[in-house]
Structure formats: C-alpha cells, structure tokens
C-alpha cells in the first residue's frame, strides 16, 4: 500500500477490509456525532430566497441493533488489543 491515502466511506468498513493491523497514523471523522439529531437540506428558490421544500440529509443518531450486535461479536471473535477493550 502507498503512503498518504485517502478512503471515503465507512470507517469500520475501510479499516476492516483495506488496511492492515497496526498501520494506521490518522483517522479523520467528520462530526458531528450522535448529536441525537435529524439534518435536513434547504432548497433554495430560483430568486434565492430559502423554500419551503426540504428533505433529511441524515439522522445523527445511533442505536444498539441487530446491525450493531454482528458488529461487535465480529469484533470479539477476531481477537487482539480491541476485542480486549471491549
């Protein structure tokens, strides 16, 4: 792998199938996080002025499912520092 590259996407997603153990230096996240929060985009009118038309850009919430338990017993499973942690 090259130096100084940049992976778009789900981090736990990237981290478990692009790169190897104990080679990471950075991980940039973007917040905000679990703000608890629903964020919505503003359309604009052709003049400029806001409309009222939206739709939600994202729900910045999280919550323990069944997504999240696979998540955290593949974890576990595969052993080292961070199944310790956990």
Known sequence: MTDNLLF???NLDVLRHHIKDD???L???DPPFK???NY????TARDGHSAAAQIQAFEDT???DS???RSFQETVEQGGK???VL
């Open 8 to 10: 778009y996407g789900d």
């Open 23 to 25: 080679s990471v230096d």
């Open 27 to 29: 991980v940039y996240l």
């Open 35 to 37: 703000s608890d929060q």
């Open 40 to 43: 919505n985009v503003l359309s």
């Open 62 to 64: 999280w919550h323990w």
């Open 67 to 69: 997504e999240a338990a």
């Open 82 to 84: 961070v199944s310790q």
